[in-house]
């Protein structure tokens, strides 16, 4: 890299499903690298997330895990989340989406949908709450692999609780649309990450709210 040459910044997409499934705007200059286990939809890294340690230590300045960190055992995930600070540099972001279990508990309650019944509709098609809980029938269906199938969930103060657990801090987290979407750092954040995403360095922490 010659002097003055900046730097380019690289995102690991954890169980990205497909090469060609965008990124949010924010990475958009960032060197996207898929992990997953089907090297058929161009994965970059053929491996399970939960051996991430085995990969050398501080090279991707952020992990996007988005609605992949529920597929593993509640007692996995620590130990997934220990692999994303393993892989993070210091002052790396982890950003996870999951769905959120306890949103779509109370929409279910209050608006009384049933199991089978309709939450919204999808590029997929309907999704009911039988899918949010145990994965799109019709996809677990069409391919056979239970990997697709949930193994466990979350809600707002759950994965804020393992987050922290697990080293990582400050964290900010949004809820809506059935979905947690939460963003923390690998230690003292880098300002031009946290800028990113408009996050604010003064100490406060969103997620720790609720």
Same mark, same amino acid.
Do not use: W
């Given at each position: ?15 990205? +499903? ?5 990124? *949010? !705007?924010?990475?958009?200059? $960032?060197? =996207? #690298? &898929? ?35 529920? +597929? ?5 995930? *620590? !130990?997934?989340?220990?692999? $994303?600070? =393993? #892989? &993070? ?122």
């Amino acid at each position: 890299m010659s002097e003055g040459t900046e730097r380019q910044r690289r995102v690991l997409n954890v169980g990205g +499903h497909s090469g060609g499934i965008p990124l *949010p !705007g924010a990475y958009g200059t $960032f060197e =996207h #690298v &898929l992990l997953g286990l089907n090297p058929d939809v161009g994965a970059d890294l053929v491996l399970d997330v939960r051996e991430l340690t085995s990969l050398e230590p501080q090279q991707f300045d952020a992990v996007y895990c988005s609605h992949n960190l529920e +597929h593993v055992r509640q007692h996995e995930v *620590p !130990g997934v989340l220990a692999g $994303f600070r =393993h #892989v &993070l540099k210091p002052g790396g972001l982890a950003h996870i989406i999951v769905p959120d279990l306890q949103e779509l508990m109370l929409v279910c309650v209050q608006q009384g949908i049933d199991l089978d019944g309709l939450l919204y509709e999808s590029p997929m098609g309907p999704i009911t709450p039988l899918d949010v809980l145990y994965g799109h029938g019709g996809i677990i269906a069409q391919s056979g692999q239970d990997g697709y199938a949930p193994r466990t969930g979350f809600s707002r103060r759950t994965l804020a609780n393992v987050v922290e657990a697990s080293g990582f801090s400050p964290m900010f987290c949004q809820q809506g649309n059935l979905e947690l979407n939460l963003i923390t750092f690998n230690g003292n954040p880098d300002p031009e990450l946290a800028a990113l995403f408009d996050l604010p360095l003064d100490g406060t922490d969103p997620a720790a709210a609720s």
